[in-house]
């Protein structure tokens, strides 16, 4: 049974943690947000969307937590990204209401998590939004790189299931991002890829220290 605060206002906790992230938002994109948040919570009570039982754990491991992405994408944000097992849309879309010129592919296997996903892109009007309800390794490769993707970015997913898959979806030149809770120290185990870089961050309201791992194709 979910446990609510009646206190509890999103917004609020949502602003304080995300300017520990160096990020801020305008009233419009913040209404977005409450939103967003509003309907998961809807569903969640129906489909279990995200396992998470108390607004405050929702708010900070979902919401802030996802935008923690944007060190990963640098400059370049008006990337193309796929979200792997995205699950109730993170996190792609917080990234995608963070960075507008983002250019999103959220990609889930679960048919009601991906009904969720189609209506909330609606309801949040997001464009160069996309679904597929697929498994990376089910996906057919894209063949032009081009077509490929600049970042991979995954939350909550086993990243072993997924290297193996990654040269269907990423250019050449393309990179993995990695949300962890230790740095990787290991390269002999990334199937071809390489850290690139890594980013260490501390979530707000003592929900402990996290890694965003970047990597990329080994030469």
Not at 117 to 127: A, F, N, R, T, V
Not at 135 to 141: A, K, P, Q, Y
Not at 206 to 216: A, C, D, F, N
Request: hydrophobic share 40%; glycine share 8%.
């Amino acid at each position: 049974m979910e446990q609510s605060d009646q206190s509890f206002n999103f917004i609020d906790h949502f602003k304080r943690g995300a300017q520990k992230l160096g990020l801020s938002f305008t009233e419009a994109t913040l209404g977005k947000f409450g939103l967003y948040y509003d309907e998961l919570c809807r569903w969640d009570r129906s489909i279990n969307l995200t396992g998470l039982r108390t607004d405050r754990e929702r708010t900070i491991l979902l919401f802030v937590d996802s935008l923690a992405g944007h060190l990963a994408l640098g400059n370049k944000a008006d990337a193309k990204i796929v979200d792997i097992g995205t699950g109730g849309g993170f996190p792609g879309i917080p990234l995608k209401l963070a960075l507008p010129a983002l250019d999103v592919l959220l990609m889930e296997p679960r048919s009601n998590k991906t009904a969720f996903l189609h209506y909330i892109i609606g309801k949040l009007e997001l464009p160069k939004t996309s679904v597929l309800q697929v498994r990376l390794e089910d996906f057919d490769s894209m063949v032009v790189d081009d077509e490929k993707c600049d970042f991979a970015i995954c939350k909550g997913v086993n990243v072993d299931h997924i290297l193996p898959y990654l040269e269907h979806i990423l250019k050449k030149t393309g990179k993995l991002v990695v949300f962890r809770s230790k740095s990787i120290d290991n390269n002999s185990r990334l199937d071809g890829m390489e850290v690139f870089e890594e980013f260490s961050y501390e979530l707000p309201f003592e929900y402990g220290s996290r890694v965003l791992s970047i990597l990329k194709f080994a030469p």
